[in-house]
């Protein structure tokens, strides 16, 4: 999948939680993906969050200022309102059970993919970047990693953070 697409397969992945919240499930796993980027295994964010955990981009103008634009949830027309929207239309009714699909990492896996791995891009949020990268093979941690913007990104698995 094309990176815009990865970003909002980890953004789903990062808000399906909130199904459990309405619920009063406390007791939550926290999942990191495992990417397939050209022969690599790695763990990495494919986007960064402010201190609530909203998405953001941050770049430098022109006259050396850094500027933090925040994501759009609200507006309708965004990606993560969409994002959203799939993830609480398929999930949020009465006789849904999230949670047994969230519980298993491979179901939840194939979820998401079914999901988001074709999502109809309507923003993009400029540079192709990796954060908090970990390559599996030799347990290489690099802060950051500038991607191509042609670079295919394939999910492979879930790992549990906790």
Same mark, same amino acid.
């Given at each position: 999948m094309k990176f815009r697409q990865?970003? $909002?397969l980890e953004y789903a992945l990062k808000v399906f939680p909130e199904l459990f919240k309405q619920s009063g499930i406390t007791q939550i796993p926290v999942y990191k993906i495992?990417?397939?980027?050209d022969d690599d295994l790695v763990t990495a964010n494919t986007y960064q969050t402010d201190s609530y955990d909203n998405p953001v981009t941050k770049y430098v103008t022109s006259d050396g200022i850094i500027n933090t634009d925040r994501w759009s949830t609200s507006d309708i027309t965004s990606d993560l309102y969409r994002v959203r929207k799939i993830l609480f239309d398929n999930y949020g009714h009465q006789y849904s059970d999230p949670f047994a699909i969230y519980k298993s990492p491979s179901l939840l896996c194939q979820e998401l993919v079914e999901k988001y791995s074709n999502f109809d891009i309507g923003e993009q949020t400029g540079k192709c970047n990796l954060f908090d990268v970990k390559y599996l093979k030799n347990n290489t941690e690099l @802060?950051? $990693? $500038?991607?191509? @913007?042609d670079t295919e990104l394939k999910i492979v698995s879930l790992i549990s953070e906790s």
């Open positions: 990865a970003q $909002l495992v990417w397939k980027i @802060p950051f $990693l $500038l991607l191509d @913007p």
